[in-house]
């Protein structure tokens, strides 16, 4: 897969809404997982690096993922992870916090959606050159915080991760979230050996209905 660049990230998660996070513990459950995810729809998804090569799981969906679909490596830390994470296939790049990962990975064209707790952090996410901002852990700050923030600053684009939920989608995008990450509520055990694919896709379509909703 070619690498996507911020605009064109920005464009396709602004239309998709959800970005799924796969965050696995064995590399034949997390690929199971991500290409049903894919399966059922989901255009937008991240495989996490704390998953001991990731990029072998990443090499793997990108081979066979259908055209236009977008997948991104998570919890991407150092200039190193963005390297890595491109070279098997990833096509944009999420970060937890602003770490180096982020220049380098602008700087190579490749899209980011950057971690950001404050205000300023937002800010500065964005005027360097993020797609998006990613609020992690948005649990801790909720609907009301996004809403406060976009006040000030109508342009941001902000991403909840952490604590999103089916019965959260609502509020966040009702107060002005960009889109919505979600991970264990989604996926379940389904990237782990022996998960439940069926109930994945059961999930899959109920994540997919609330933000189309």
């Known amino acids: 897969m070619v690498s996507t660049d911020a605009e064109t990230l920005q464009r396709i998660v602004g239309v998709e809404r959800l970005v799924a996070i796969v965050r696995g513990t064995d590399i ?17 998804l991240e495989i996490a690096l704390t998953l001991e090569d990731a990029a072998e799981a990443i090499r793997q969906v990108t081979h066979d993922a259908p055209e236009g679909v977008l997948i991104g490596a998570g919890t991407a830390m150092t200039p190193r992870d963005v390297d890595e994470a491109t070279e098997a296939g990833a096509t944009f790049i999420v970060t937890p916090t602003f ?27 964005l005027d360097a050159g993020a797609a998006a901002a990613k609020l992690f852990p948005a649990s801790a700050l909720g609907p009301a915080f996004i809403k406060a923030v976009r006040d000030p600053l109508p342009g941001a684009r902000i991403i909840p991760v952490g604590g999103v939920s089916l019965e959260t989608i609502p509020p966040f995008l009702a107060a002005g979230a960009f889109a919505v990450g979600v991970g ?30």
């Open 28 to 44: 034949d459950a997390t690929v199971a997982a991500a290409t049903t995810l894919l399966d059922c729809g989901v255009r937008v």
């Open 99 to 125: 770490s180096a990962a982020v220049p380098h990975a602008i700087s190579n064209g490749v899209g980011v959606l950057a971690g950001a707790y404050t205000p300023t952090e937002i800010q500065r996410v």
């Open 184 to 213: 264990g509520p989604l996926l379940g055990d389904a990237a782990t050996v022996g998960g439940d694919l069926n109930a994945l896709r059961s999930r899959a379509a109920a994540f997919l209905r609330a933000v189309a909703g």
